[in-house]
Nanobody, 125 residues
Framework: QVQLVESGGGLVQAGGSLRLSCAAS????????MGWFRQAPGNEREFVAS????????DYVDAVSGRFTISRDNAKNTVYLQMNSLKPEDTAVYYC??????????????????WGQGTQVTVSS
């Protein structure tokens, strides 16, 4: 079992930045691809970014490409999402998730095995 706890969310003005963290416990995340997803009120959960188990590849949804950066520190068992140039449409609950490394790096949340409880990000205009 992997327990994931997100932190770093909050209220920020448009154009501002936030850095989300996802701290894992129970197992080392070094054998998991890690992803960030978000869900806004009334919307379905959507993929934001993912990073391969060894950090060798990343993937971003077009809406955040160039503004968000996913990274990982396997020694600290933590994954990060640096969010710059935030927009009101980025407002959502952000979740991190873990997918066992034998799977391919994926955008489909159904292929992730463990989820955190989420952290709220609110961007005011």
């Amino acid at each position: 079992q992997v327990q994931l706890v997100e932190s770093g969310g909050g209220l920020v003005q448009a154009g501002g930045s936030l850095r989300l963290s996802c701290a894992a416990s129970g197992r080392a995340i070094s054998t998991y691809h890690m992803g960030w997803f978000r869900q806004a009120p009334g919307n379905e959960r959507e993929f934001v970014a993912s990073i391969k188990w060894n950090g060798g590849r990343t993937d971003y949804v077009d809406a955040v490409s160039g503004r968000f950066t996913i990274s990982r520190d396997n020694a600290k068992n933590t994954v990060y999402l640096q969010m710059n140039s935030l927009k009101p449409e980025d407002t959502a609950v952000y979740y991190c998730a873990a997918s066992y490394y034998t799977r391919r790096l994926d955008r489909d949340g159904r292929n992730y095995d463990y989820w955190g409880q989420g952290t709220q990000v609110t961007v005011s205009s």
